[in-house]
């Protein structure tokens, strides 16, 4: 079953519109609205770094079926400067891409460079692995970065704890992320870029639930999960998924952050989650591997050299409509770039893909009967 909502003028600069909600979880079907177009959720959305993802142009990342792409606070203040961005109109003219963008905070460099930083209440220091320079960034310089890159969506500076990590360790980074959402809300300086805050606690469910609860009262324009992926496992990030999004505002989108595999997805939409993202489709195009409904293949194997079906049959990209799996599996083992071009155009395009079936599921009522498989056993992928 499925329970449909009516749609209003969507004129504002953000909205979130539900359309559909699943009546047996908490999956839901919406309308993002931003200043560069509306994302139809649930959505996955491609990882774009440093203003480009990986391998592939603007036109053949659109052709994916993508609508919102995602680059970093941290990777390109190092290089080229925001101040460059910014000169050249914003990141959507800098990297010519009209769709929505958001930027992570920075905040997942506090996790991942670990070794190169130090944690204090007014902020993080950084020593860059490119040449060591020292880099201070605080909750209000992450949002002046930002500001000045032009996103639409941005997000609140975050301390992401490790897994594992004690209770005490985690209610610490809980609560300095709490505060310096406080500091990015006052920093915030532009009318046409949406602030998300960002849910921690590691695997923590009360210290997750408190989270939720602490940033909803603050009526952000959306919400993300984050700490997850870190190196737990998957049961673990259903458990946290599970535990938090309910406990997040109805009608503001819902964004999973670092999570791309298909069983994740579901569960996560299963929650209520509307966005994702992840570097896995192009990170596994640079390994040869490619993502064929819900499988993972790689490529290079001896099986695909002599093998001249398309990669999938069924899907409509670029790749699989003009090669064969014989002739991505020679470019691969050739290691010429034209193969993790089309891998990667394939990969994007089967999780956004992916998740559109979803939608189309929900709004039909056939979420549980399409996709219940993967609520219950895990699925290899």
């Given at each position: 079953m499925v329970a449909r909502f009516q749609l209003s003028n969507l004129t504002t600069p953000f909205s979130f519109q539900l359309q559909a909600t699943c009546c047996d979880t908490h999956a839901r079907v919406g309308l993002f609205s931003t200043p560069h177009g509306i994302v139809e959720t649930p959505r996955f959305m491609p990882v774009g770094t440093l203003a480009n993802v990986k391998t592939i142009t603007p036109d053949q990342l659109q052709a994916t079926g993508a609508q919102m792409v995602l680059a970093n606070t941290y990777h390109l203040h190092l290089q080229p400067g925001e101040d460059i961005v910014s000169k050249a109109g914003g990141l959507h003219?800098?990297?010519?891409?009209?769709?929505?963008?958001?930027?992570?905070?920075?905040?997942?460099?506090?996790?991942?460079?670990?070794?190169?930083?130090?944690?204090?209440?007014?902020?993080?220091?950084?020593?860059?692995?490119?040449?060591?320079?020292?880099?201070?960034?605080?909750?209000?310089?992450?949002?002046?970065?930002?500001?000045?890159?032009?996103?639409?969506?941005?997000?609140?500076?975050?301390?992401?704890?490790?897994?594992?990590?004690?209770?005490?360790?985690v209610m610490a980074a809980t609560e300095r992320t709490f505060r310096w959402l406080k500091r990015c809300i006052a920093a915030h300086q532009r009318t046409d870029q949406a602030l998300f805050g960002i849910v921690q606690g590691g695997t923590y469910g009360d210290l997750r639930e408190f989270a939720a609860k602490q940033l909803a009262e603050l009526d952000l324009i959306g919400y993300a999960i984050g700490g997850v992926s870190v190196g737990e496992p998957p049961e673990l990030i259903e458990h946290i998924v599970r535990a938090t999004a309910p406990q997040l505002p109805?009608?503001?989108?819902?964004?999973?952050?670092?999570?791309?595999?298909?069983?994740?997805?579901?569960?996560?939409?299963?929650?209520?989650?509307?966005?994702?993202?992840?570097?896995?489709?192009?990170r596994l195009a640079r390994h040869a591997n490619a993502l064929v409904q819900g499988e993972r293949w790689n490529l290079r194997n001896a099986?695909?050299?002599?093998?001249?079906?398309?990669?999938?049959?069924?899907?409509?990209?670029?790749?699989?409509?003009?090669?064969?799996?014989?002739?991505?599996?020679?470019?691969?083992?050739?290691?010429?770039?034209?193969?993790?071009?089309?891998?990667?155009?394939?990969?994007?395009?089967?999780?956004?893909?992916?998740?559109?079936?979803?939608?189309?599921?929900?709004?039909?009522?056939?979420?549980?009967?399409?996709?219940?498989?993967?609520?219950?056993?895990?699925?290899?992928?």
């Open positions: 003219r800098f990297m010519a891409w009209d769709q929505p963008i958001l930027t992570d905070s920075g905040g997942f460099q506090v996790f991942s460079l670990s070794e190169l930083r130090t944690i204090a209440d007014e902020g993080v220091t950084f020593r860059s692995p490119r040449d060591g320079q020292i880099i201070h960034l605080s909750p209000e310089r992450s949002i002046e970065i930002q500001n000045a890159l032009g996103a639409d969506v941005i997000m609140a500076f975050d301390e992401c704890p490790p897994y594992p990590a004690s209770r005490e360790h109805t009608h503001k989108p819902r964004y999973l952050m670092g999570v791309g595999t298909h069983r994740e997805i579901v569960q996560a939409i299963a929650a209520g989650v509307d966005l994702f993202d992840c570097v896995i489709p192009t099986r695909f050299r002599e093998d001249f079906q398309p990669l999938d049959a069924t899907c409509p990209c670029y790749t699989c409509q003009n090669f064969t799996r014989a002739y991505l599996s020679h470019l691969l083992r050739s290691q010429e770039l034209l193969g993790y071009t089309l891998l990667s155009i394939h990969n994007i395009t089967e999780l956004v893909r992916f998740t559109q079936t979803i939608r189309q599921a929900i709004m039909a009522g056939r979420f549980v009967v399409e996709f219940g498989h993967w609520l219950n056993e895990p699925k290899t992928v």
